[in-house]
């Protein structure tokens, strides 16, 4: 086996090996309640921390410490763990670009009947649309866009849009288009955690949107409307937030009720959360001796038959 390929070996069955151990230890870890943020974080961990491991302890310790040579055979313990590794990898990949080309498949169909929205109150380039349910949609992950069927514009009121409008923004503000990708990809956008990030997720955009107690009854009285002009629609399979994206209609009512206008909107610091995850890999992989040690664990495992 050549030098290349072994590293490629024992890097996806680092991955493979951090990532399964991490997946079954979040399972027994208690919610720590429903802020989206915390969700993110405990969704993306396993595949975060298992990338971290893999590539910024596993390959550098191989490759600063295992002689140039060719020819050294890898035993079926570590082509097993490498195999898991490569088919969590591509999985997570396969997720990823399903998401994307159902986002753009979409966003296809709506700009076939497109035109351009004045941009207050929107704050984004906005459009309406004829879609097949009353959508209310920001589609796109660096240029986002906001697309409204033209039955929401006919039946919401101006302050009720405007309302509807300040929840957009808020998931734009947000980047939640970025982190529905992110936490879709490493769990799958159907799973429990996907899910539950999501619901919270338009927890969040809610409190943010409704900075007074009229924008809180408002929001959800355009809700409710939205709820009787044909149901609701999840679009959970892409990474396109909407207005409204499943989760129990009569819970964000009965919040947004509650809401008052000295209510502070919850912030997004998701990318506070990566950067933390991302510094405690680098201070990882600067404690001395860590590196040879580690070297020590993957020669071992290569030679196991």
């Not at 999501?198 to 409307?225: F, N, T």
């Not at 994206?245 to 506070?272: F, M």
Request: aromatic residues 6%.
């Amino acid at each position: 086996m050549s030098f290349a390929l072994l590293a490629t070996c024992v890097t996806l069955a680092c991955f493979g090996a951090v990532h399964a151990a991490l997946r079954a230890v979040v399972r027994f870890v208690p919610r720590g309640g429903d802020r989206d943020i915390v969700l993110f974080a405990r969704g993306i961990a396993p595949a975060a921390f298992a990338a971290i491991v893999s590539l910024g302890v596993g390959l550098p310790a191989f490759l600063l410490f295992e002689p140039r040579h060719d020819g050294e055979r890898a035993g079926i313990v570590l082509l097993s763990a490498a195999a898991i590794g490569a088919w969590q990898v591509v999985r997570m990949a396969a997720r990823a670009f399903g998401m994307l080309r159902l986002s753009r498949a979409l966003m296809r169909r709506w700009s076939a009947s497109a035109a351009p929205l004045q941009r207050s109150p929107w704050g984004m380039p906005a459009f309406a649309v004829d879609a097949d349910f009353p959508v209310v949609a920001v589609a796109g992950l660096i240029r986002p866009r906001l697309f409204v069927d033209r039955r929401v514009l006919e039946s919401c009121s101006e302050a009720e849009v405007e309302a509807i409008a300040a929840h957009e923004r808020a998931h734009v503000r947000r980047r939640d288009n970025v982190r529905r990708l992110i936490i879709g990809a490493c769990e799958g956008p159907l799973s429990a955690s996907a899910t539950s990030w999501r619901q919270a997720a338009e927890h969040a955009a809610d409190a943010y949107a409704a900075d007074s107690a009229r924008r809180a009854l408002d929001l959800a009285s355009a809700l409710l409307k939205l709820a009787r002009l044909a149901g609701t629609r999840s679009l959970e399979g892409t990474a396109v937030s909407t207005v409204h994206d499943g989760g129990s209609l009569d819970v964000r009512i009965r919040r947004l009720i509650y809401l008052s206008g000295s209510h502070k909107p919850e912030g997004g610091p998701s990318a506070a959360v990566l950067v933390l995850i991302l510094l405690s890999g680098a201070a990882a992989a600067c404690v001395p001796g860590l590196l040879d040690n580690v070297h020590h664990v993957l020669e071992t495992i290569v030679r196991l038959p």
